[in-house]
């Protein structure tokens, strides 16, 4: 039976977790705005993990460029909680996704409202 999981997704996931609550909790930088991570991805080696986030609130680049200035102390701090032989070097990504997705959402609601019109008037034909 294969496993459903790779030892690597099991990682990036607990280090998830550990990481969002060390950032919440005893990351004290007002350059970092509200983050949110969005995923983990530890390499088969566990030799680096790039971590995707997004803000609510902030500067983009301010906290990229911040979170990636925190990412030893974060590091030995998630090495304190999770017990791994080698402890993964992280690299945070700011994660465009989201707002990828929220612009498509935008352009389907425009055309959307730009169709409905003359689905509209079709109706209407038809009933004459």
């Known amino acids: 039976m294969a496993k459903d999981f790779t030892r690597s997704d099991r990682v990036a996931q607990q280090m998830q977790r550990e990481l969002a609550e ?22 088969r080696d566990m030799s680096h993990a790039k971590v995707f986030f997004t803000l609510l609130s902030g500067d983009p680049t301010e906290s990229l460029y911040t979170l990636n200035r925190s990412a030893g102390w974060l590091r030995s701090e998630v090495s304190k909680r999770i ?35 003359a689905d509209d008037e079709a109706d209407a034909d038809k009933k004459d």
């Not at 990351?27 to 530890?42: A, N, Q």
């Not at 080698?86 to 997705?101: N, Q």
């Open 22 to 43: 060390l950032i919440r909790l005893e990351l004290k930088d007002p350059r970092i705005g509200m983050v949110t991570l969005t995923d983990v991805e530890v390499t």
């Open 83 to 117: 017990k791994l032989f080698k402890m993964p070097e992280l690299h945070f990504v700011y994660d465009t996704s989201v707002e990828y997705g929220m612009s498509l959402d935008k352009l389907i609601d425009e055309a959307m409202q730009t169709t409905k019109p």
